[in-house]
């Protein structure tokens, strides 16, 4: 089994910045894509931003220049570095990960997702 482990939601001001950060444990063979989704109120769950295992980069238009996604291979733990954030922002953030527990599998998992609110 593969567990993620979110971290760094909060309350921040307009225009305010955070940084998630997720870690994942467990025994696998190797972590692709990981990626950060969010669910505002009364939304369906999206896609915020994706990182491939070699480090390509892929955001939603309404997070573009604003946030910037990283990752640490040796650590197992991806990175989402928030700012300029708006009260649009506000939702709860799950951190995704794709996973071969042996070569040539796949296998899907999510974290237990972090708030992150916008507010004045």
């Known amino acids: 089994q593969v567990q993620l482990v979110e971290s760094g939601g909060g309350l921040v001001q307009p225009g305010g910045s955070l940084r998630l950060s997720c870690s994942a444990s467990g025994s696998f063979f190797r972590i692709n894509t990981m990626a950060w989704y969010r669910q505002r109120p009364g939304k369906q769950r999206e896609l915020v931003a994706a990182i491939s295992l070699g480090g390509s980069t892929n955001y939603a238009d309404s997070v573009k220049g604003r946030f910037t996604f990283s990752r640490d291979n040796a650590a197992n733990a991806v990175y989402l570095q928030m700012n300029s954030l708006k009260p649009e922002d506000t939702a709860v953030y799950y951190c995704?990960?794709?996973?071969?527990?042996?070569?040539?599998?796949?296998?899907?998992?999510w974290g237990q997702g972090t708030q992150v609110t916008v507010s004045s």
């Open positions: 995704f990960a794709d996973v071969s527990r042996r070569l040539g599998d796949q296998y899907h998992y």
